[in-house]
């Protein structure tokens, strides 16, 4: 059967994708970053997963205000990196796992979620960044180290999940993952965050402290930080800050026992946003 081994929480804010691509991680700005994710790095090279399941949201890039899906999971076999700004960014296309993908969309609507299927989208850098920071630089002649499931949830455009929905949502993940019939090692990530609002009078908002209960309350009592209403986050987390409900879908899909914490790192700034993660190994 398959497992889910470990969870990975990681801002994705794209500054930091076009650091790595023009080749200024140096900067004394950027180091204080990416000294955060040099011990993951290591980490991701010594845990590669068969397959990463990762939870991110699309910024009008797959999907715009003419289709806004609150769920979607790709089960295509393969997705390009968006042009977004910068342009389409210089990193390996992604290769998706269409068999546990299908396997999980069947194991998840039937537990009574309604999940939009995808056959074919770009991603932008909601998905591409987290892989960078995790993986280290990679040009397009590269590949990741293992397929990605990519889970797009609607962040951007109110109506959006509740905390406790997307907790419940990892909790039907789980299951689904463990009722696949081959033995996969998979790692469910949950990205986006931290706190951060890119736009109104509130431009550039952060609540470290804020921020930094949420992760220990994501640790010690996810069960309890899903009863938290979004009306919560956008007030003390900025307007972008609501994409953190996306770290419980990954956090509600690990097992009861308490996680192994294996890496925390957070730090302010990164472009508008503050920059959180966290690493959590299953105890089965
Ligand atoms: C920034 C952060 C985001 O989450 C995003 O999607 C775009 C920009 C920023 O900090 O600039
Ligand atoms: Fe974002």
Not at 4 to 14: D, G, K, L, N, W
Not at 57 to 71: G, K, R, V, W
Not at 74 to 95: F, H, I, L
Not at 111 to 137: A, E, K, W, Y
Request: hydrophobic share 40%.
């Amino acid at each position: 059967m398959a497992q889910i081994t470990a969870s990975v929480y990681t801002s994705h804010v794209p500054a930091i994708g076009a650091a790595m691509d023009l080749g200024k991680t140096h900067e004394p700005y950027w180091q204080k970053v990416f000294a955060g994710y040099e011990y993951s790095r290591q980490w991701m090279k010594e845990n590669t997963p068969d397959v990463i399941f990762l939870v991110y949201n699309d910024h009008a890039t797959a999907f715009s205000l003419e289709l806004i899906p609150t769920f979607a999971i790709g089960t295509a076999a393969e997705y390009t990196p968006a042009d977004e700004g910068w342009g389409p960014r210089p990193v390996p296309k992604v290769m998706g796992h269409p068999e546990l993908a299908s396997h999980i969309a069947q194991s998840v609507i039937q537990q009574d979620f309604d999940l939009t299927i995808v056959n074919r989208m770009d991603v932008d850098h909601g998905l591409t960044v987290p892989l960078s920071l995790m993986c280290g630089p990679l040009g397009p002649g590269d590949a990741w180290p293992c397929p990605v499931i990519p889970f797009a949830v609607n962040v951007v455009q109110y109506p959006v999940p509740s905390g406790r929905r997307c907790y419940q949502l990892g909790r039907a993940i789980r299951k689904a993952v463990e009722s696949f019939d081959r033995p996969l090692k998979v790692q469910i990530w949950g990205t986006g965050g931290m706190s951060h609002q890119l736009q109104g009078p509130r431009a550039g908002l952060i609540n470290a402290e804020w921020d930094n209960r949420f992760l220990d309350r994501l640790i010690a009592e996810p069960e309890a930080l899903a009863q938290v209403p979004h009306i919560d986050y956008v007030r003390e987390a900025g307007s972008e800050g609501i994409e953190l409900v996306m770290w419980l879908i990954a956090r509600g899909a690990m097992s009861d026992k308490p996680p192994t914490v294996k890496h925390r790192f957070y730090h302010v700034p990164a472009s508008n946003t503050a920059v959180g993660h966290l690493i959590m190994e299953n105890n089965a």
